[in-house]
């Protein structure tokens, strides 16, 4: 089984609407990060949180960790094609700050 | 700043022959950086962790003799695909960390190779 759940699996949305994107550990996240990806490309870093609670936002995208640190949403307001993409999580589980492991990833497609 | 370039970005080679892939930091020193490997519509899995100076560790499952990785560097990481098999067909991705900036395990990713083996 996968140590980081991303869901949905996939998303068609609509230009303007809103979205969320979830990732959920049963471990702790010691230092949870959002990627996107376009296809076969490499990653861009979007934001990185850290502590409980936490909530990052940059122009139309906020990400937040849960209190447990288990648990983050990648939310995006009023979405536009630039949108398009698969979203990745990475987390860092083990708390050894030696590597990351990586969610299912969401497919997002943003039609006009 | 934190850019990490791969070479070749794509490569098509018979069965059997062996690859290698590139992964250089460009504007940082990279103590250590990652191979990771990514099938059509999955995430990222982690192959191995390469440390300059010392020998890559690998993950559970990855053959070390057929990805052997050298760090010869801190700017550069190779990994060479030997005897590869069509069913090494796969995009694989670098990644560096730099200790010298703030976000203790950010890693900075390579765009990727495609690596197809006919």
């Known amino acids: 089984s996968q140590e980081l759940e991303q869901s949905p699996q996939s998303l068609i949305v609509q230009e303007g609407k809103n979205l969320t994107i979830n990732c959920t550990s049963s471990?702790?996240?010691?230092?949870l990060y959002w990627y996107k990806q376009k296809y076969g490309e490499g990653l861009i870093f979007l934001m990185m949180l850290q502590k409980g609670g936490e909530e990052k936002s940059h122009e139309k995208i906020t990400a937040k960790l849960d209190e447990k640190k288990q648990q983050s949403s990648l939310h995006i307001t009023a979405s536009q094609p630039s949108h398009a993409g698969i979203y990745l999580c990475g987390a860092d589980v083990s708390g050894t700050a030696s590597k990351l492991t990586f969610g299912t990833g969401t497919r997002l497609q943003v039609t006009l | 700043g934190a850019v990490v370039s791969q070479h070749p970005s794509w490569v098509i080679c018979k069965s059997g022959t062996s690859v290698k892939i590139e992964c250089r930091s460009l504007?940082?020193?990279?103590?250590?950086m990652f191979w990771y490997r990514q099938f059509p519509k999955q995430s990222l899995m982690l192959m191995a962790t390469?440390?300059?100076?010392?020998?890559?560790?690998?993950e559970q499952g990855v053959e070390k003799d057929k990805f052997l990785i050298n760090h010869a560097s801190l700017t550069l990481s190779t990994l060479t695909v030997t005897s590869a098999h069509p069913e090494d067909s796969s995009f694989y991705i670098c990644?560096?960390?730099?200790?010298?900036?703030?976000?203790?395990?950010?890693?900075?990713f390579g765009p990727g190779t495609r690596l197809t083996v006919l």
């Open positions: 471990k702790t996240l010691y230092g």
């Open positions: 504007d940082f020193q990279a103590t250590t």
């Open positions: 390469s440390n300059e100076g010392s020998k890559a560790t690998y």
């Open positions: 990644s560096a960390r730099d200790y010298g900036l703030a976000g203790d395990n950010e890693q900075f």
